[in-house]
């Protein structure tokens, strides 16, 4: 309280001296609290400085308060009644301050204590500096304020603080990735006979051995098509489609890819082979989510809050790219590849219809951006460079784009002599363009895309995407998701505390 307002302390000399009024009325607790504050200092807590009188104008409010709690009111109710309070009883407490002036923990009992009329407040100094470590002082500033009562959102800002970007980004990617897995849609192969498979016999164990290595080597692109694992097994290597028969070499024709087929089906049923590896993504079954009640829905729910987050790491660059590949068999390995850059794959399914394209258009059109860019992945075929050339045609005739680029990233005629790969089993003779794709090439085999090793077209593509893209501008939106992901974090541990208040298990 002001000096002024004790003009009738009984001490005359001391009438008129601020410093010395306010010893006198706190001098027992002044003296208790450095006693106090003496046999507290331990060897890892940094030691403060006794409790002196400072004035309380010189005192400087943290701007990292604001920040992180909500700016306190003059007209606040509870500030009101701390600085009637303190009028009657003192500041019980003093205030924390920085080396350098900076309040850590009393913003309240500041503003109290102006309201109060107080010119002077007991404060303890700690060693730490706002101005030479912020970083120290913020954590400070959050962990002194850790046990009073605090807003939602207060609870909000003092987590984010707490929380290490790098470790929220590598949370959050850990969740997204999950959640791909589990959202993703059951295709499955049933078998189609009404009698009893054959057993595999000791015959076709070198066979099935040979497709497990396959399998094995090819985990990170699960699931696998049979015509990806066909390709696999041919060159050098073959192995005998029956170990008995020295003639049984496996080939690139169909009688050894029906030989394949069928002991893929047999591994399969027999648990040889996981029915993860394999898929027939021509054929996709629908699943729907159902549950026992509510409670296991709220939980189901719950645990997936705020999971799955990325980032539009495309919205900063100059032009709207898009992926269009021609076949659901690589849709896996180029969907991972798509991803990580957040571009858009379509598949087209042989030569594409209108309404992909027109999503396309819309997708281009909401980019507002200068220019499409189309990254193609296609077979080596008559068929596969009409697809390409159509897609240009129809976005400039059809749709009016006409700053419009398209790359052809796969299959090339450079692939094909880089990786050695082998020629399709069914080349097609009849198709329109058949003689255009001689004449420019000047081959008569046609090459699928299942014949390139995964690896190899993720990353071809990924490379072609790097062409294409502004990587500093790109950069920049990663540096931005990981800052993003601390938001995240901390909203998902707040969420975590209020679901948990609900108490779901009853």
């Known amino acids: 309280m002001s000096a002024e307002n004790n003009s009738k302390a009984p001490n005359s000399q001391v009438d008129g001296d601020p410093f010395q009024i306010f010893e006198l009325i706190f001098g027992k607790y002044l003296q208790a609290v450095q006693t106090e504050s003496s046999q507290a200092i331990t060897e890892e807590e940094p030691e403060l400085e006794l409790v002196q009188v400072r004035r309380l104008d010189s005192l400087r409010p943290a701007p990292e308060n604001d920040d992180v709690y909500k700016s306190i009111a003059y007209d606040d109710p509870d500030v009101l009644e701390l600085a009637r309070s303190i009028k009657e009883r003192g500041i019980q407490e003093p205030l924390l301050i920085s080396r350098d002036g900076f309040i850590i923990s009393g913003h309240r009992r500041r503003i109290a204590a102006a309201i109060a009329e107080l010119e002077l407040v007991p404060v303890r100094v700690h060693p730490v500096s706002r101005s030479k470590n912020p970083e120290e002082f913020l954590r400070l500033l959050v962990e002194m304020n850790s046990q009073r009562i605090k807003n939602p959102s207060e609870l909000l800002h003092e987590s984010l603080i707490k929380i290490d970007p790098k470790e929220a980004h590598e949370q959050i990617i850990n969740q997204r990735e999950k959640k791909h897995r589990t959202i993703k849609s059951l295709n499955v192969i049933e078998p189609g006979y009404a009698d009893q498979r054959c057993e595999i016999s000791t015959a076709k164990r070198p066979f099935l051995n040979a497709i497990l290595r396959i399998l094995e080597e090819q985990r990170e692109y699960w699931p696998l098509s049979d015509r990806q694992i066909h390709y696999r097994l041919l060159g050098p290597d073959a192995p005998l489609t029956h170990a008995s028969k020295p003639d049984s070499t496996y080939v690139n024709d169909k009688a050894s890819y029906r030989k394949l087929v069928d002991l893929l089906s047999r591994g399969r049923i027999n648990g040889l082979i996981d029915w993860e590896a394999i898929e027939d993504v021509t054929r996709p079954v629908e699943t729907h989510s159902a549950y026992q009640n509510i409670r296991h829905f709220f939980q189901d ?36 590849v798509a991803q990580e850059f957040t571009i858009p794959l379509t598949i087209s399914r042989g030569m594409s219809s209108l309404p992909p394209k027109k999503h396309i258009q819309r997708r281009f059109q909401w980019s507002r951006k200068k220019k499409l860019i189309l990254l193609i992945v296609s077979d080596l075929d008559p068929a596969g460079d009409a697809i390409a050339e159509d897609l240009v045609k129809s976005f400039r005739r059809d749709f009016s784009i006409y700053r419009i680029e398209a790359y052809k990233v796969a299959l090339t005629i450079d692939q094909v002599e880089e990786f050695g790969l082998e020629p399709s089993m069914e080349a097609k003779d009849t198709s329109p363009t058949y003689q255009t794709f001689v004449d420019k090439y000047g081959i008569t085999d046609a090459y699928e895309l299942e014949a390139m090793d995964p690896a190899n077209l993720a990353e071809t593509l990924e490379t072609a995407i790097k062409e294409v893209l502004d990587l500093d501008l790109y950069n920049q939106e990663l540096a931005a998701e990981e800052a993003d992901a601390a938001n995240i974090v901390a909203v998902q541990k707040q969420a975590a505390e209020f679901f948990k208040s609900l108490n779901l298990e009853q």
Request: aromatic fraction near 12%; avoid cysteine; proline fraction near 3%.
């Open 301 to 336: 729910q719950f645990k997936d809050f705020l999971n799955g987050y990325w980032r539009n790491r495309q919205q900063s660059q100059p032009n709207h790219i898009e992926i269009v590949a021609e076949k659901l068999t690589v849709q896996t390995i180029l969907e991972k």
